[in-house]
């Protein structure tokens, strides 16, 4: 196991088990201040659409729940994280806040994600459901609200984005944006409020380039983010092209992944249980890939969704 493998080992020993929460309820990984330098901080951002900025970078949370959550995400933001997935479908926006509250970076450096879920998109249940979500995130506001589907037979989508705006004018919300959306969906939130998405979230990997998504997006002035962007479980990472030019970089299949997501102006999410993982993740500003390296990976293209989710007709209630 290699420094580059696991850059985090750079960082020294691993902190302590320290208790925010009190009594017994005690997590691993708190960091240490001096960890809050590291230089992963600087994570380069893009500018949204709306002036706002995002890390290139993010980290995918599903999952991440309760203290053993809360632990994760404490140990990233040490790490370098500075943009955190959740959603109010993940049942985790608790987790997520106590996170961003007491791991004792300055709160304006962290971009807050959450998502609105299907059955709440109708005008008042949106507002309410934004309203419930930074209630549990105990946070003044969310700085990046997402509609996490657009339920194109519930058809209210139109409606959420409305009251996602309201929440936005409010200062419930700092930026808005949509999640899984096809450029059908995208233009109709345009055409029928003026008020493009600053960012689309969708699935994204080389066995799913999303190359026209992309390029609608990028004529749009939409940012891109991609979840499932290491392809979860399924085999992406043991791809031999991405293994040639992994070694031929001597960065491992993940951070060649992460970096095709960097070189094509994509956020990736992300997600990992292992603190080893997850800074081997942020560690990919240190290498860049040719253009025929990039087009290598976006030739892996299947044409089809992995995890079988199509935004026309999945509904997610
Ligand atoms: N908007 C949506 O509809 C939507 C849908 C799905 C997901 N998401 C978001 O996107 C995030 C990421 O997607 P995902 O969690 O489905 O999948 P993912 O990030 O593509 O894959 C996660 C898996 O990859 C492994 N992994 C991560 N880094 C690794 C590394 N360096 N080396 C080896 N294995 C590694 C993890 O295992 P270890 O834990 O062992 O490292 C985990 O099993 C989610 O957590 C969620 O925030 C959004």
Redesign the pocket.
């Known amino acids: 196991m290699t420094d580059r493998a696991h850059p985090g080992a750079r960082h020294g020993p691993r902190p302590t088990a320290v208790s925010v929460l009190g009594g017994d309820q005690a997590w691993q990984g708190r960091p240490d201040p001096d960890q809050w330098k590291d230089p992963a901080v600087g994570i380069p951002r893009y500018t949204l659409n709306d002036g706002t900025t995002i890390p290139a970078i993010g ?6 729940r309760g203290d053993a959550g809360v632990g994760a995400l404490v140990d990233a933001l040490g790490a370098g994280y500075r943009l955190l ?3 109010f479908h ?1 049942d985790n926006e608790g987790a997520v806040g106590a996170a961003v509250r007491t791991c004792g970076i300055p709160r304006e450096e962290i971009v807050v994600t959450s ?1 609105l879920v299907g059955r709440y998109h109708a005008h008042d249940a949106a507002v309410a459901a934004v309203e419930e979500s930074v209630l549990r995130m105990g946070l003044d506001s969310i700085d990046l609200y ?1 509609i ?2 657009p339920l194109p037979r519930i058809g209210l989508y139109v409606e959420a984005w409305r009251a996602l705006i309201e929440c936005r004018e409010r200062g419930l919300v700092r930026s808005i944006g949509v ?2 959306f096809l450029p059908e969906h995208l233009d109709r939130l345009e055409r029928e409020t003026g008020v493009v998405p600053a960012v689309n ?3 994204l ?1 080389p066995w799913l380039p999303q190359v026209e998504q992309q390029a609608y997006h990028e004529a749009h002035g939409i940012r891109t983010e991609a ?7 399924s085999g992406l ?1 043991d791809e031999p092209v991405i293994a040639e030019i992994a070694a031929a970089h001597g960065v ?1 299949p ?2 060649v992944i992460l970096r095709w997501d960097v070189e094509r102006g994509i956020v990736p ?6 603190a080893g ?2 800074r ?2 942020l560690d990919v500003f240190g290498f860049t890939l040719a253009a025929d390296e990039v087009a290598a990976l976006t030739a892996l293209g299947r044409a089809h969704r992995l ?1 079988g ?1 199509d935004p026309a007709t999945h509904e997610e209630l």
């Not at 980290?59 to 991440?64: A, E, H, N, Q």
């Open positions: 980290l995918g949370t599903y999952s991440f997935d959740s959603a993940y998502k997402l996490h589907w999640s899984n979230q969708v699935e990997h979840w499932a962007p290491v392809g979860e479980d990472r491992t993940t951070q999410l992300p997600k990992s249980w292992s993982h997850r081997e993740n995890f989710a």
